[in-house]
């Protein structure tokens, strides 16, 4: 039953109860933090590819994103902040969701302290184990978070923030896409071969964050006059040059600390998911 409001020439219904309110409210949440997610990976891939689409502005600009830089920060961080005032109010999943991120947040800074062995840093562990078991958006925003918190505490404040928040994000939401049917063993194995192959997409990913602002006349550098088969083979060999021995530590990093710690941390973190009730999308 509804009841009808007369306000002025306007007419609006009423829910008749609380309970009818905030059932409403509660299946509007997950389609409002299904679009922010969307937004926050929208703006993390233009960040990446609009240099290539503009390459004349992409001359003026300063070099390594030190014009936009800061308003993608900026961008990101609006929208995280949004996801957790959405998950704090009603509808959301509540204090319990924003309280795990902030403790695997912590871990993340915490794990980044001691620095890279070459490209490996044990933080991506975090991210892996949290992406699997609470599901892709959960990854992606301890991803996102867990970098900002490391960057300012650790790595430091630069224009290759946003760019790393992003690609650790895509790590954990790759991480959540997993199946998880079967047995322990597979989903390990499947965790540890994701482990593997994100440690190299991660480095082939955060490359592309400086390299079109490469103008030394090196043959691996970006033509923007060349065509984009030449431009791959050019990347492709800078890759090779600059970033594939440094993320085979990080890769092969990943799959011992899965195989290592990844089955009691999983548990753990499904058995704290069940004990908070929580449904993370």
Request: with cysteine; hydrophobic share 55%; glycine share 14%.
């Given at each position: 039953?509804?009841?009808?409001?007369?306000?002025?020439?306007?007419?609006?219904?009423?829910?008749?109860?609380?309970?009818?309110?905030?059932?409403?409210?509660?299946?509007?949440?997950?389609?409002?933090?299904?679009?922010?997610?969307?937004?926050?990976?929208?703006?993390?891939?233009?960040?990446?590819?609009?240099?290539?689409?503009?390459?004349?502005?992409?001359?003026?600009?300063?070099?390594?994103?030190?014009?936009?830089?800061?308003?993608?920060?900026?961008?990101?961080?609006?929208?995280?902040?949004?996801?957790?005032?959405?998950?704090?109010?009603?509808?959301?999943?509540?204090?319990?969701?924003?309280?795990?991120?902030?403790?695997?947040?912590?871990?993340?800074?915490?794990?980044?302290?001691?620095?890279?062995?070459?490209?490996?840093?044990?933080?991506?562990?975090?991210?892996?184990?949290?992406?699997?078991?609470?599901?892709?958006?959960?990854?992606?925003?301890?991803?996102?978070?867990?970098?900002?918190?490391?960057?300012?505490?650790?790595?430091?404040?630069?224009?290759?923030?946003?760019?790393?928040?992003?690609?650790?994000?895509?790590?954990?939401?790759?991480?959540?896409?997993?199946?998880?049917?079967?047995?322990?063993?597979?989903?390990?194995?499947?965790?540890?071969?994701?482990?593997?192959?994100?440690?190299?997409?991660?480095?082939?990913?955060?490359?592309?964050?400086?390299?079109?602002?490469?103008?030394?006349?090196?043959?691996?550098?970006?033509?923007?006059?060349?065509?984009?088969?030449?431009?791959?083979?050019?990347?492709?060999?800078?890759?090779?040059?600059?970033?594939?021995?440094?993320?085979?530590f990080r890769a092969v990093g990943n799959v011992v600390l899965v195989l290592a710690i990844g089955r009691p941390v999983l548990a753990a973190l499904d058995r704290a998911a069940r004990r908070m009730q929580l449904r993370v999308v």
């Amino acid at each position: 039953m509804t009841t009808r409001l007369e306000l002025g020439l306007e007419t609006r219904t009423a829910p008749s109860t609380e309970a009818e309110a905030r059932e409403r409210r509660t299946v509007r949440v997950p389609g409002i933090r299904i679009a922010l997610l969307a937004l926050a990976n929208v703006i993390g891939l233009l960040a990446f590819l609009w240099p290539f689409v503009l390459p004349s502005v992409a001359s003026h600009v300063a070099e390594n994103h030190q014009g936009d830089g800061p308003w993608i920060v900026a961008a990101l961080g609006a929208i995280l902040l949004a996801l957790l005032f959405l998950e704090l109010g009603r509808g959301g999943l509540g204090p319990k969701t924003v309280a795990l991120l902030g403790v695997l947040g912590a871990a993340m800074v915490a794990l980044r302290l001691p620095g890279f062995v070459a490209g490996f840093s044990a933080l991506f562990i975090v991210v892996l184990v949290a992406g699997n078991s609470l599901g892709p958006g959960f990854g992606f925003l301890l991803g996102c978070v867990g970098m900002f918190a490391s960057g300012i505490f650790v790595g430091g404040l630069g224009p290759w923030l946003p760019f790393e928040m992003v690609a650790v994000g895509w790590v954990g939401a790759g991480a959540g896409l997993l199946p998880h049917g079967g047995s322990w063993r597979t989903r390990i194995a499947w965790l540890a071969a994701f482990g593997f192959v994100s440690g190299y997409l991660y480095g082939l990913v955060m490359e592309l964050w400086f390299w079109p602002f490469l103008t030394d006349g090196s043959a691996l550098a970006w033509d923007p006059g060349g065509g984009a088969w030449m431009n791959v083979r050019h990347y492709l060999g800078f890759y090779v040059v600059d970033g594939l021995t440094w993320d085979t530590f990080r890769a092969v990093g990943n799959v011992v600390l899965v195989l290592a710690i990844g089955r009691p941390v999983l548990a753990a973190l499904d058995r704290a998911a069940r004990r908070m009730q929580l449904r993370v999308v």
